[in-house]
């Protein structure tokens, strides 16, 4: 009975989530989101105005010192003591239950544990000041820092969508060139094991988090698309599926010629194709984990909705899975323990970098690396949806909560 409950309240949910109306106008949209035009009146693209021109590596750094300083003052109260390894177990305990559900063994999951346990207490060793102090560490970071900006620069950071230019982003692919160039020039200059595996990290993250930031904006703009009329974003029909269009063609891999010339001789139905056929994948996702949750609520846009989940109001993500082990919907939001997300998220960063001081084996660092990434890295980025939905119904707590656990420190978010 739970079961047919559920499925006929999951259909009327999908259903009125096509008709939902807003509570509020389109005026969160104009006020982040420029639509740009050439003098004759056409469309040329999508400005973010919240997002900065100006680029520099200090705000990443400054964050990771503060998190490992952080970190090891946790650690130098309770790691003796055993506390500080039981509080990590208790944050990835929840997982616990749900691994073995899926077919997981109790060997697994305590591997998976330890490989995060073992990782955040090589942090506590590191001399933070002196990594982060070190002449040749500031050098790697400037000279990135310039090769990085020039590359950005090619492609203006504040465009979203380009609707005049199939190739707009494609062919501007060019961040992870000097990636690799910053990544063979540490190496060269620092023969410190902490200070190098330190600098690789932030030079590696730093790129993610500048391409992350454009990603997670333009999830922001679909939300509009899909939940406003384009009339009052300022936009006729045929427009927004060139936006659309312009938003999934900026997310072909710089390998991928083929897919780039599929939008380009799509272009008018590329984007709509990609996001209702995203769409569809993400309802179906919601009606296979249907009877995990006690109710199936609001349909906030094409990657979301509210649910009740373990006695507890939830958002669940319906684009991206808990972790590679586990195969329902991640929890995006929890309105009953709002910080919980971001501690989690937190821990497993650091774990990241921890891990680089691990002794094992290359092969098995990345296996255990992609697993600990798998709890959040695209997670966080599909939450820009999220973002949207919250931030046009004027919900200033679930703005700044999601801000907090998308750990970006190259963007502002709010408009005042």
């Known amino acids: 009975m739970k079961s047919i409950s559920l499925t006929v309240g999951l259909l009327c949910v999908l259903l009125l989530s096509t008709t939902q109306a807003f509570a509020k106008s389109a005026d969160a949209f104009n006020k982040r989101f420029q639509v740009i035009r050439s ?145 063979d020039f540490a190496r060269k200059r620092l023969s410190n094991i902490p200070i190098l595996n330190t600098v690789s990290y932030i030079v590696v993250q730093v790129e993610k988090l500048i391409t992350e930031r454009r990603n997670f904006h333009q999830n922001m703009l679909l939300h509009y698309l899909e939940n406003f009329d384009e009339k009052e974003l300022g936009l006729t029909h045929d427009e927004v599926n060139m936006v659309w269009s312009s938003i999934y063609e900026s997310r072909i891999p710089w390998y991928a010629f083929w897919e780039s010339s599929a939008a380009k001789g799509n272009w008018m139905k590329y984007g709509v194709d990609n996001f209702y056929g995203n769409f569809r ?25 509210k649910v009740t989940f373990n006695n507890e109001k939830v958002v669940v993500n319906l684009f991206d899975k808990e972790s590679m082990l586990q195969n329902r919907p991640a929890v995006a939001f929890n309105y009953d323990r709002p910080t919980q997300i971001a501690r989690k998220r937190v821990m497993l960063t650091l774990a990241q970098l921890g891990l680089s001081f691990v002794p094992m084996s290359a092969s098995i660092k990345d296996t255990v690396g992609n697993f600990i990434k798998s709890y959040y890295a695209n997670q966080k980025i599909t939450e820009g949806a999220l973002y949207g939905y919250f931030e046009s119904m004027g919900e200033g707590d679930g703005m700044r909560q999601l801000k907090v656990q998308y750990m970006n420190p190259f963007d502002g978010l709010t408009l005042q």
């Open 281 to 305: 994948a993400a309802t179906t996702s919601l009606t296979k984990a249907g009877t995990l949750y006690t109710s199936v609520d609001e349909r906030m846009n094409f990657a979301f909705n």
């Open 39 to 183: 003098e004759d009146g056409k469309l040329i693209g999508i400005r973010d105005r919240t997002l900065p021109v100006k680029f520099e590596v200090a705000p990443y750094i400054a964050m990771v010192k503060s998190q490992l300083v952080q970190e090891q003052s946790l650690q130098a109260k309770t790691l003796a003591s055993g506390e500080y390894e039981s509080q990590v177990r208790a944050v990835l305990d929840e997982d616990r239950e749900m691994l073995l559900a899926n077919g997981y063994t109790q060997a697994d999951y305590d591997n998976y544990v330890q490989s995060v346990v073992d990782s955040l207490k090589q942090l506590a060793v590191v001399n933070v000041e002196g990594v982060f102090t070190n002449p040749a560490f500031n050098e790697v970071v400037s000279k990135y820092e310039g090769k990085l900006t020039d590359a950005i620069l090619m492609l203006d950071p504040t465009i979203l969508a380009n609707v005049q230019d199939p190739t707009f982003f494609y062919k501007r692919n060019v961040t992870y060139k000097a990636v690799s160039w910053a990544l």
